[in-house]
């Protein structure tokens, strides 16, 4: 490690490309011997001086007002490129290394920290991105993983799980603690958290502080797997032992600096720090300062809860239910006594608290904190938190309307809406330069700092219409390669390009875009589909591993895959690709490629979704329904210039309250041929009846769903006409290009810049 900054946060700083430190940089990295070295070491050697020279001149400002934000998860990817462009110094180190016969793109064998499952955690490395970028003082605490999300391959069509050892290239970006160590005590065990620090570069430089656990075997278990399996109680345990630990970790650590820097008096600890909680699994942190005041600095529990009130924010992802942390008393009681006596106490608060307010008793319950023996944590941040927010305009009206709807009746002035982001930077800058040159030579390069400026492109996009093809089809030859190389498919590189890249689940209904392509494919075979454009659909995803449905579902289009690619007589029109251990890095090759971007969740599933915000920067039109941040997406780029189909919210709410029959719906042949393919012998799920329990969960129901609990059925016939009506419009033409541009003009909304912006203005530092 060649960096030894001030043992404190990296803030304060300047983007080195504007100071001094650079030439020195350039003339050490000039004195770097490649010969004979491994692309590891190389990585590791040219990491450390950007760390050397990126977190110089540290200077630490207590008496700074802080964000902080908790997350379990972060989604970082690969942070070589990202902070050397951070620091202004890409493409000198490219020409150095080119220089010396070593092409850049060697590091991208070394693999992404996936420290996330998928958007929460992505967004939380956006955020982080963007407060740097944008110079607001926010850093983040979490868990140092010692095996992220795992590595998948196919295997037989089906998806096996390796270990993901991503410390193995080492850990060039992050700077060990060892001073700031701190206990975390359970009561079976103590467990020491230590910090790993991440500078976060941009124009100031913020800090990523993640937990490692260490001691007994058992405690090092803690920060061993991201997500452990929560189907028996030992794991559920364990997840609730993360969700402490981090927590406590980082309360822990920002109580110690605030009493350094202005002694044991809190009653101002909310003058200088501001919690967000991204999603439930933070919020045990509530009831973990109120621990620390109390028993460490001897302050009254009434005065304790009410700084926590006027310190934490709480930010919701997802209306899920089965999604929503809840614990029970026994678990709690088990390894946080402490814990589940300081919630068991505000709930009497609340209780006295919403009976003063005349709330009736069913009102009361559906608030409560603590209710029949179980924690419920999103309602220990509803009643906490000063602010509750979702992440698009239509999640939060579900947020007001459904989930915490009583809630919002007694706080209305809590809850507000800050709709997700992504880093323009990461998400166009770096992963299409072509694109960024592009727009560099239209609309001059201000939007590479402000995003606001890319709608000039919009009186623009007739003339670009042109260059933009030419760059589309590179981004698209690149990635076809890419994709040929790695996966052994031979897809031709100027096919349209629709590509659905995101978790798997049930509600994002990548099954109903399997069957899309079934129908497309047998109204080739049978002639009723003329003139089709050749096209391929890339599929990315993980499943969670004991998500068995979601399993079938990568069987079945990988099922798919084999036949439609095998097929001679199609096979030049249509190709399907599953991608294996779809990640960030694969994400940033498949935006930038990609034409159309599938988002087509059940009106109302989706909290937001940001892969469709990263595909509109480069330039896909969004093929969606009118869900998550769908809706804003098409509000500002234009309906016209995106396709947007299925039922809206009203439609579902109908269906749901006359009673919904899918049966009926297999009356139409295309979806009967289709649906049935689950179980007429057109293909094999290998003998493990995961075809026949999605056919059933369509059919009759599966666990405690309805049938067809997603509404595939009801939404498959205008997903397929809306894929065709895509298909005739694309034909090379100018005018789709011009459809591309403007979501590209007009996606300056979406940066996470904005985001981060209306956090600050709105909740951290108003
Ligand atoms: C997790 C699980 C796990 C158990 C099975 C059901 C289920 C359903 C949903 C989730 C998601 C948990 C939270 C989450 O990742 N939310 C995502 O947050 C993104 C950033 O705000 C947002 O763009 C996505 O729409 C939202 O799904």
């Not at 000198?92 to 070394?110: M, R, T």
Request: proline content about 2%.
């Amino acid at each position: 490690m060649g960096a030894n900054p001030a043992s404190d946060n990296f803030i304060n700083h300047t983007k080195m490309g504007e100071k001094m430190d650079r030439d020195k940089f350039l003339i050490e990295l000039n004195g770097i011997e490649t010969d004979g070295k491994t692309v590891t070491e190389l990585y590791n050697e040219i990491s450390a001086l950007a760390m050397k020279y990126g977190c110089a001149d540290i200077k630490v400002n207590r008496n700074e007002r802080r964000a902080s934000y908790f997350s379990i998860e972060y989604l970082i990817g690969r942070s070589f490129y990202n902070n050397l462009m951070e620091l202004g110094v890409l493409d000198d180190v490219k020409a150095v290394l080119a220089e010396k016969g070593v092409d850049i793109n060697i590091f991208e064998e070394i693999e992404d920290a996936a420290l996330g499952n998928g958007g929460l955690g992505r967004l939380a490395a956006c955020f982080l991105d963007s407060a740097a970028g944008t110079g607001i003082p926010l850093d983040g605490y979490g868990i140092r993983y010692k095996y992220g999300l795992f590595k998948q391959k196919i295997e037989s069509g089906f998806q096996v799980e390796l270990p993901d050892d991503w410390q193995r290239f080492g850990d060039p970006w992050s700077i060990r603690r060892e001073n700031e160590k701190t206990e975390i005590k359970f009561a079976d065990m103590t467990v020491t958290a230590v910090p790993y620090d991440m500078p976060v570069f941009g124009k100031r430089v913020n800090t990523l502080r993640l937990y490692q656990a260490e001691g007994s075997k058992e405690a090092e278990k803690i920060s061993e797997y991201l997500y452990p399996a929560d189907d028996t109680e030992e794991g559920k345990l364990l997840r609730l032992r993360q969700e402490y630990f981090f927590s406590a970790a980082a309360i822990n650590d920002l109580c110690k600096r605030y009493v350094k820097a202005h002694g044991p008096q809190f009653k101002n600890f909310d003058k200088f720090n501001v919690i967000q909680l991204n999603d439930t699994h933070p919020v045990i942190a509530i009831a973990e300062f109120i621990r620390v005041l109390t028993s460490e600095y001897n302050v009254t529990f009434t005065s304790a809860l009410k700084i926590a009130k006027r310190t934490f924010a709480y930010t919701n992802h997802t209306v899920m239910p089965e999604a929503l942390e809840c614990w029970k008393e026994e678990q709690m009681e088990k390894i946080l006594p402490d814990i589940s006596d300081i919630i068991k106490c505000i709930s009497v608060i609340q209780d006295r608290e919403l009976n003063g307010m005349l709330c009736s008793d069913e009102e009361i319950a559906e608030m409560a904190v603590y209710k029949h023996g179980v924690f419920n944590m999103a309602n220990l941040a509803v009643y906490v938190c000063k602010s509750v927010n979702g992440v698009a305009k239509l999640h939060t009206e579900i947020l007001k309307s459904e989930l915490f709807k009583t809630a919002y009746e007694y706080y209305p002035k809590k809850f507000n809406n800050k709709t997700n982001g992504v880093t323009h930077r990461r998400w166009l800058e770096l992963c299409n330069g072509e694109l960024a040159a592009m727009l560099d030579k239209y609309i001059g390069n201000g939007w590479r700092r402000d995003m606001t400026e890319i709608g000039e492109l919009n009186g623009k996009t007739e003339q670009a219409a042109a260059d933009f093809q030419v760059v589309k089809q590179t981004k698209k030859s690149q990635l076809i390669k890419y994709i040929n190389e790695r996966e052994g498919t031979d897809i031709a590189d100027n096919m349209l390009v629709y590509a659905q890249v995101k978790r798997l689940h049930e509600y994002k209904r990548q099954l109903m875009t399997a069957f899309a392509i079934l129908e497309i494919y047998n109204g080739l075979k049978d002639g009723t589909i003329r003139d089709f454009y050749p096209s391929v659909f890339i599929f990315g995803a993980k499943s969670a591993p004991s998500y068995k449905r979601a399993k079938a579902i990568i069987k079945f289009i990988n099922e798919i895959a084999a036949k439609v690619n095998g097929d001679k007589q199609t096979n030049k029109l249509l190709k399907v690709v599953f991608v294996t251990d779809y990640n960030v890095s694969y994400a940033e090759k498949i935006v930038a490629g990609a034409d159309v971007s599938l988002q087509v969740s059940t009106v109302g599933t989706e909290a937001s979704g940001t892969g469709n915000m990263k595909f509109m920067m480069n330039g896909a039109v969004t093929c969606g329904t009118m869900d998550g941040a769908n809706i804003e997406i098409v509000e500002r780029a234009g309906e016209e210039n995106n396709y947007i189909f299925g039922a809206r919210v009203e439609e579902i709410e109908k269906l749901n309250k006359e009673g919904y029959e899918p049966v009926k719906l297999l009356e139409d042949p295309a979806i009967k041929a289709a649906v049935n393919s689950l179980i007429d012998g057109t293909f094999t799920d290998g003998g493990t009846g995961g075809f026949k329990d999605l056919y059933d969960s369509l059919t009759i129901g599966a666990s405690w769903h309805k049938p067809d609990n997603y509404f595939v059925l009801t939404d498959l016939q205008p997903y397929v006409q809306t894929l065709l009506k895509i298909n005739s419009d694309y034909k090379g033409s100018n005018s789709f290009a011009v459809k591309q541009l403007k979501n590209i003009a007009n996606s300056a909304y979406f940066s996470s810049d904005r985001t981060i912006k209306e956090y600050a203005d709105d909740i951290w530092f108003k």
